[in-house]
């Protein structure tokens, strides 16, 4: 059975910063997927943020371009997202989703990134 916990998140403050945890197990081949980072505020749509693919090609949406990082530990089967320079913009529900090489996709259950003073 194939399980996606996130953790990580929580409040800070405006040019703070915190990290986010994708762990996924019964995914075999974790290194072989590709894993999304995306972000939902209250009222608005689901937005794409990060990708990180099976090596080590990342690429970011604008918003978060230069503050953000993606990084993953195919041993832990983990993926991190590394959030710098908060703003209050970036307040959302923060989801990862695993894509494997059998083009399953697994979402984590979300958590909470709240940015304010």
């Known amino acids: 059975q194939v399980q996606v916990v996130q953790s990580g998140g929580g409040l800070v403050q405006p040019g703070g910063s915190l990290r986010l945890s994708c762990s996924a197990s019964?995914?075999?081949?974790?290194?072989?997927?590709?894993a999304d980072w995306y972000r939902q505020a209250p009222g608005t749509q689901r937005e794409w943020v990060a990708t990180r693919a099976s090596g080590s090609y990342t690429t970011y949406a604008d918003s978060v371009k230069g503050r953000f990082r993606v990084t993953r530990d195919n041993t832990m089967n983990t993926v991190y997202l590394q959030m710098t320079s908060l703003k209050p913009e970036d307040t959302a529900v923060y989801y990862c989703?695993?894509?494997?090489?059998?083009?399953?996709?697994?979402w984590g259950q979300g958590t909470q990134v709240t940015v304010s003073s």
């Open positions: 989703k695993i894509r494997t090489s059998t083009r399953s996709e697994y």
């Open positions: 019964g995914i075999v081949g974790f290194s072989s997927s590709h």
